[in-house]
């Protein structure tokens, strides 16, 4: 499998080899759906919360007389029934939404994004990503030269200068490897990868 190599105006200046096994796999759609899912509710917080019958504020007196109104019997006003009542299974904030995936399933789904992203074009190889400065026009300059408004940018190693360029950046994002994630990868329209970045995406995923 190629992908191209691109030059700092965002032209294909040469073709790179990559490995099948990263980058020419079959796209299993099943699993890459599992990991995204998995992966977002990975990051959920679960801190929501309801109260129950016990816990909202009401009064125990029973709201009235037991017959001859044509109503409902009704004990008080915290019963479910109501408006303004206690939810009858309640959110906890200790809920737990983790799902667990196999590593060797994570490295096949993450394998079938980026060869899904090689055949789609989307995916490319540049020699290096780095600014002079911690300068957002700079990084800024950088990406509309290569015509990129959406990117996600996964470099060997995230400097200070290239952290603070590019994170008042709409639709910029810029990792390092291990941080490359599933939801990221199918998010962003373009993903440039630096040549010792892929280096290491060969060990992690290979």
């Known amino acids: 499998m190629q992908v191209e190599l691109l030059n700092d105006q965002g032209q294909a200046a040469s073709k790179l080899d990559v490995p099948d096994t990263v980058f020419g796999r079959d796209y299993n759609e099943d699993l890459v759906h599992q990991i995204v899912v998995a992966y977002q509710a990975n990051a959920r917080q679960g801190t929501r919360a309801q109260k129950d019958r016990a816990e909202v504020k ?30 009858i299974f309640p959110n906890s904030p200790a809920e737990n939404f983790t799902q667990k995936i196999n590593k060797k399933m994570y490295r096949a ?41 959406s990117v996600l940018v996964i470099a060997e190693e995230v400097d ?21 994630d599933p939801v990221s990868l199918v998010y962003y329209k373009k993903v440039l990868v630096t040549k010792a970045a892929l280096d290491q995406l060969k060990e992690m995923f290979a």
């Open 160 to 180: 200070d200068n290239l952290y603070l360029a590019s994170r008042n950046l709409p639709n910029v994002l810029v990792v390092e490897p291990r941080y490359a």
């Open 58 to 87: 009401h009064s125990t007196k029973k709201p009235f007389r037991q017959k001859g109104t044509g109503r409902a019997r009704a004990g008080m006003t915290s019963s479910p029934l109501w408006r303004g009542g206690g939810r």
């Open 109 to 149: 789904g993450m394998a079938a994004i980026f060869s899904q992203l090689v055949r789609e074009g989307r995916l490319a190889v540049v020699d290096s990503m780095k600014v002079d400065a911690p300068k957002t026009k700079l990084l800024a300059a950088k990406f509309k030269a290569m015509n990129l408004d």
